[in-house]
């Protein structure tokens, strides 16, 4: 398929690439530096290496991030509200631009992020320190404040669990066992969802009719809004995903 209760703000240096992570504690640890690499002429997020932009339209730019073990991305700038959706988490190492301390952490596989970055011009870089890939799925809000969508309750599906709520998007994470379903929601606003594990997925809309998708781990779908679906669970492995809706 190609297709996040409350209003969290992340500290710059607790925030790790916009993934909620698990510190476990600060230090000064030798860096990732590369040739050529400098916090002073950053790029944007959407020109360094290891982000790759796999969607963009007028409202989101998807974006997805790949850190090989023991490698970092570049330095990059990030100055859209972001959120990130960490496929499969690491330990990290992130230096922040200006802050001579660096901060290792856990970016805990499943996890939802979000930070305020609209504006702030902040500039970091994040390394894996783990051995295995770092894989994020990640967008920029490009909504430059929020109010133009109303987001879904979902209270027709006890399956869906709110997981944050704040002035920019509503956060939901379903997970369900093979077979299982989730009842009819009506979707208002535009969403991203993200696939964190299963194999396929059936959605019936209102009318009755019924689409298959494949669903693997790190899918993403763009869900324009103005829908109405019910999710079975028609695979052999139980599902997992996000839906994050704009506001």
Known sequence: MQHAVGTTRFTRRAFVCGCCAALTGVKIVPSFA???DDAESAPLARDEGHHHVVLQNDLVRIMRVLIPPSQATGWHEHNFDYIVVAVNGTKIHVDVKGDPKAVEGVMETSSVGYVNYAGKHFV??????????????AFEILLPSPGSFTPSDRSSASQYKMERDNDRVRVWRLKLAPGEVAELINQKGPAVRVILSGERLL????????????????????LPGSSSRAVTNAGLVPLELVEVELK
């Open 34 to 36: 590369a040739l050529g």
């Open 203 to 222: 959605e019936t809309d209102s009318n009755g009719q019924v689409r298959e998708i494949s669903a693997r781990s790190g899918d993403f779908a763009w």
């Open 124 to 137: 970091h870089r994040v390394g894996n320190t783990s051995d295995t890939v770092n894989h994020q799925l």
